[in-house]
């Protein structure tokens, strides 16, 4: 996953039944970029968590990575929380390690280095907290990664520290009907217990994006449907108050790629990402027909033939999908939105966070 800036709102905390507190706050996830970082500072009167994504930890325990020195002077500046994200990712590889986060959650040497870092780093920053964000975690360390999830909760919160957790998205137990679910359930989703993790965090983050990846077919990240029963699952173990919906609003080219590197049959469909500028000028360039609005999936989609292939453009940034994704937010009364975005959307996305109310 490339790095992006990422913004999230914290809506409505929940009070008395039928009724929310007064006040919003809008989280702000945030993985440097130049561009990024100006649309973090223009809209910093709207958010109160930022999470920066630099610190790396590896099988050692050891943790890598330093906090950029204006993000964490603009953030004080204006009394946003900072709550850097801790991953398992492989600068060297681009891909997150399950042998990493197996060895972490396994040796207890390891994974007291680990926590013990991690709140070295809250301390030596001035943090609001930690979160965690392993991913390719094998169902079969389910349990040991809910335990190292409780252990580090506990250390943080003793010294004040706040901890979240995120979660690859799911709609089931099962792993579903055919090889590609079983292998997002063994190497992805499975390893997630969160009932256990909405016990120990102080809120978990849904990554509810990838409903279609460059693994897949082409089809959207999250269409509305797919992203309500991810959501009702969540709310089955982990309540509202403690949820954090991902939104993504993003877009992606579907097309065909040759690279012995990335497929042993030396060709396959990928995808990469595309902003609605981009989509729209493939569409001219190519004489593909305008992109079509999918009222039930709440995206826009479109293809033109290129070398005699098809390409197909999912985009969900349109702000009709964002609208589509609030009203869930509204419906469920989840703690938050968080949301991928690289600085560039339109500007109108940041008076629908002005204007969210559940009322």
Same mark, same amino acid.
């Given at each position: ?59 050692? *325990? ?66 609001? *907290? ?29 010294? *004040? ?111 990469? *990402? ?86």
């Amino acid at each position: 996953m490339k790095f992006l800036l990422v913004l999230s709102l914290l809506s409505l905390l929940l009070g008395a039944p039928g009724h929310v507190a007064a006040q919003q706050e809008l989280e702000f996830h945030f993985a440097y970029r130049p561009s990024a970082f100006e649309a973090f500072k223009k809209n910093i009167d709207r958010v109160t968590i930022v999470s920066p994504e630099p610190f790396i930890v590896d099988a050692s *325990g050891v943790i890598f990575g330093e906090l950029e020195p204006k993000l964490v002077k603009l953030a004080k500046e204006h009394n946003v929380k900072i709550m850097p994200q801790v991953k398992n990712m492989n600068p060297a590889r681009g891909l997150f390690e399950r042998d990493w986060v197996r060895e972490i959650v396994h040796n207890r040497r390891v994974k007291e280095r680990v926590i013990k870092s991690m709140l070295e780093i809250c301390k030596r920053y001035g943090l609001y *907290g930690i979160q965690i964000d392993f991913e390719n975690v094998h169902v079969d360390d389910r349990d040991a990664f809910s335990l190292f999830c409780r252990d580090a909760a506990s250390a943080l919160k003793k010294e *004040g520290y706040k901890i979240s957790i995120c979660a690859v998205h799911r709609a089931e137990e099962s792993a579903g009907p055919n090889t590609y679910t079983k292998w997002m359930m063994e190497e992805w989703r499975g390893g997630y217990d969160l009932k256990a993790l909405g016990e120990v965090a102080d809120f978990v983050k849904i990554m509810s994006y990838g409903q279609h990846t460059r693994r897949t077919t082409p089809g959207p990240s999250q269409g509305l449907p797919w992203l309500e029963e991810v959501l009702k699952y969540f709310l089955s173990f982990v309540p509202p108050e403690k949820l954090s919906l991902g939104i993504t609003m993003g877009g992606s080219r579907y097309h065909t790629v040759a690279d012995t590197a990335l497929y042993y049959q030396n060709a396959r469909s990928w995808s990469s *990402g595309v902003s609605l500028n981009e989509a729209e000028s493939l569409v001219d360039q190519y004489g593909g027909s305008p992109l079509q609005w999918d009222d039930r999936q709440k995206v826009l989609y479109g293809y033109f033939e290129r070398g005699g292939l098809y390409e197909w453009l999912m985009i969900d940034n349109d702000l009709r999908s964002l609208d589509a994704k609030l009203e869930l937010v509204k419906k469920y009364k989840v703690r938050a939105i968080n949301m991928w975005v690289s600085g560039n959307e339109n500007p109108e996305l940041w008076d629908r966070v002005k204007a969210f109310t559940y009322k």
